[in-house]
């Protein structure tokens, strides 16, 4: 009976003195820049990562949480970490951090300025004889 209390309090007395320090959880933040032009893929993802231990493996998912990952940028120690070269469409992060901690961030959109279209050409200034280059073109454009 004895050993047993005594081992009781040898383990609060240990407990009660230690100090646990925990890393708070992995989380990520996600941020899309649009592609520049109707059709191109230079669109951009941002990811920020706060807490976990480092190094990071990024992942990024397009259109499907489920889907296997489309690219990855892993043992990175940076908190910044940018995707590029995307076409449009819906993309998360899934962030991983040294401890086996991940965060699956919000969803974010890489968006496309409108196709232009040609309503009308209007000859400006006619060719002055076949096969030069001298004429000119007036387009009206609008967007749809």
Do not use: H
């Not at 209390?5 to 925990?22: G, P, R, T, W, Y």
């Amino acid at each position: 009976m004895k050993r047993i209390i005594l081992a009781a309090l040898l383990s609060f007395v240990s407990l009660s003195s230690m100090k646990l320090f925990a890393n708070p959880l992995i989380s990520a933040i996600i941020s899309a820049d649009s592609v520049t032009c109707f059709g191109r893929a230079d669109g951009k993802v941002n990811v920020q990562i706060f807490n976990g231990s480092e190094p990071y493996n990024v992942y990024l998912l397009k259109d499907d949480v489920i889907s296997d990952p489309i690219d990855s940028i892993k043992n990175t120690t940076s908190e910044n970490v940018t995707f590029t070269d995307l076409d449009i469409g819906r993309y998360w992060v899934l962030v991983e951090d040294n401890d086996g901690d991940a965060d699956l961030s919000n969803s974010s959109w890489v968006y496309q300025p409108a196709a232009f279209s040609v309503s009308s050409i209007i000859i400006y200034k006619a060719l002055s004889c076949y096969n030069s280059c001298d004429g000119k073109l007036k387009g009206f454009s609008f967007r749809r």
